[in-house]
């Protein structure tokens, strides 16, 4: 009994995905076949399929869990549920207009033409705003709609804003945040669902790891308690005499949002030869 994965063929998911995988310890071999590859080390099977398609073949079960954007997955409105955000393909679909018109809120769009892909999500958004647009479903290239006059106002994918300046337009609105998410299937049988657990604990302890620095340092022994006071460590941090009289080695773990204040006030409380090095793996 495998479990099977859907992730993106290709595409700006593709990396990202593969590299999660292998980072959970999960070796693919990448066979000339690139519909479906097998892992050698883990009840696994990949099957490499367009974004647009995975959350229905998640709810028909050719899939059992799948890798899509969230922009994606809540456009589909398919019967699948989010397991789990993965932290990597963000960004956000947002209204974009004319960057010369003045945008006055959302009631400027009342009554005006907004072009997009994402149907289903910016009619959501018009109700939920008790905005009345029209909507005109485009397949792609939606940021030259209204360029060459087929809308007053586009709804796309948005990351750097490259794309949307280069096409004279500028973004007013977001409304959804996305990023890409691991989903399953709704009725997964109890094997499969353990796998998932398996898989879900492995994805649990590469992020928290890439979250997370481990520091070491030396401290005077006369400000030891304020340095283990910046540092909460995972229990707490860890002190080992140093071979010279009077110094300690501190050992620690830090959260990356936190990192560069706490390494100012470590500076100012006397802390040296402070090393900070990557996790790979992180279990609480
Ligand atoms: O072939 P397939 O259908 O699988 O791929 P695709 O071409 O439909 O999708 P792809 O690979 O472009 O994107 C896959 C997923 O990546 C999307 O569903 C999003 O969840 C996520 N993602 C993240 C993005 C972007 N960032 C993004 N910037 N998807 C698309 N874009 C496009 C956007 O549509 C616009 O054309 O990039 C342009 C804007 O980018 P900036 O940087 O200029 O703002
Ligand atoms: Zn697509």
Redesign the pocket.
Known sequence: MVLKIAV???????DDSIKLLKECGIDISNGVNKLKAEASNFPLEIYF?????IPQYVEDGVADIGI?????VYEKKKKVAVVQKLGF???RLSIAIDKGAEYTGISFLQGKRIAT?YPVLVQQFLKDNQVDAEIHEISG???IAPGIGLADAIC???????????NGLKEVQPILQ???VLIKNDDLTEEKEQLLQKLLFRIGAVRKAKNNKYILLNAPNNNLSEIIGLLPGMKSPTVLPLAEEGWSSVHSVLNENDFWDIIEKLKDAGAQGILVVPIEKMII
């Open positions: 993106q063929k290709s595409g700006r998911l593709y399929l367009r974004d647009d398609d899509a954007g969230e922009n994606v393909g963000k960004c892909t290239s939606v940021e796309d994918l948005v990351s750097s804003g490259s794309t949307l300046f280069m996305s990023q890409a």
